[in-house]
């Protein structure tokens, strides 16, 4: 059995996650969606809520699971006996960043393969720092999420109210 574990922070999950999620689970025979609990970067979502919102997007999909993890990710793979990462790349500057990544996990861990899906054209814009700003905006996102995302997004900038800097200045890949 290849098992393939699909890191990220997931903050939230969207449909170009979904995508290549499911684009995966084709072609191996477990995915595992990784949530990372402590990315070096402010999040909208604790590492509970993102977990949840994943396995709700993939309740359709026997072969996809959805875990949290912490630590290296290579640690991960060799603790669940996964044999592949996948990523995915979004635009050309995806790759330099991505590439870098395969290269220092190869180095920590020869024996996992990285294999990078190339986005669905219409995902190419999406990220989750662009989904939380039109989101922090009251901006309509459910063309880029799922309902349920879309309504703990509503949710959850109606806890924060205004004037919260919960969206950062700066684009942050995701």
Do not use: W
Request: contains cysteine; aromatic residues 10%; glycine residues 6%.
């Amino acid at each position: 059995m290849v098992r393939a574990v699909y890191p990220g922070t997931f903050d939230p999950i969207h449909f170009g996650h979904i995508a290549i999620a499911k684009r995966a689970a084709r072609l191996f025979d477990e995915v595992v969606v990784a949530v990372y609990d402590r990315p070096l970067k402010t999040l909208l979502f604790s590492p509970e809520e993102r977990i949840e919102l994943a396995r709700l997007s993939f309740n359709d999909k026997a072969n996809l699971k959805v875990m949290g993890f912490n630590g290296l990710l290579v640690e991960f793979c060799r603790k669940i006996d996964a044999q592949v990462i996948v990523r995915g790349l979004r635009v050309f500057s995806d790759f330099e960043y991505e590439f870098r990544m395969a290269l220092a996990n190869h180095r920590l861990a020869p024996e996992i393969e990285v294999v990078a899906f190339i986005t669905n054209e219409e995902h190419t814009f999406l990220s989750g720092s662009t989904v939380r700003e039109i989101a922090s905006l009251n901006g309509d996102v459910s063309s880029m999420v799922p309902f349920h995302v879309v309504e703990a997004l509503q949710l959850r900038f109606r806890e924060l109210g205004d004037g919260q800097q919960i969206v950062p200045a700066t684009s942050m890949r995701d």
